[in-house]
């Protein structure tokens, strides 16, 4: 992909390939996918809770760590898994737009570079219903663009 981008005279982060999706076109697929997965993960796992209680917040952890960093509080999860390219987009909308809190420590000048192979990136959502709907009330980053995981 850097090597199209440079073949066409342009930047590798704003290059649309042939016949590709822009990032703004990325980015709504971004948003449409969380959307219809808050929905799904709402339905499925939400118990009678009042209308002002949330989870607990999970811990707060490391930029580097331990496979379960953030999650051990958290009764719910997913795994989504997707190209590199894209995960750059997702993070870009969690942090500028969803005003995602950052762990201490984050590489703030690569964070919305393209990770390493089979990077990691984990971000804790928060639900909150309001009437029929599940709705994002708080997101966290608890670490981006880890490689660790993956023995040289």
């Excluded at 009437?131 to 994002?136: E, R």
Aim: aromatic fraction near 8%; include cysteine; proline fraction near 5%.
């Amino acid at each position: 992909m850097k090597e199209m981008a440079k073949a066409a005279g342009q930047s590798f982060p704003g290059f649309t390939p042939p016949e590709g999706e822009t990032q703004e076109q990325v980015k709504e697929r971004v948003k449409e996918f969380l959307e219809k997965m808050l929905q799904q993960m709402g339905s499925e796992h939400w118990r009678d809770r009042g209308k002002d209680e949330h989870a607990s917040s999970p811990e707060i952890s490391p930029v580097e760590g331990k496979a379960d960093d953030g999650v051990r509080a958290v009764p719910v999860h997913a795994l989504v898994v997707t190209h590199g390219a894209y995960m750059c987009v997702a993070v870009h909308y969690f942090v500028e737009e969803l005003r995602c809190f950052l762990p201490q420590g984050v590489d703030k000048a690569n964070m919305f570079s393209v990770g390493p192979n089979t990077g990691l990136c984990r971000f804790i959502l928060t639900l909150k219903k309001e009437d029929d709907a599940f709705k994002l009330s708080g997101t966290r980053c608890v670490f981006l663009n880890r490689g660790d995981h993956v023995k040289m």
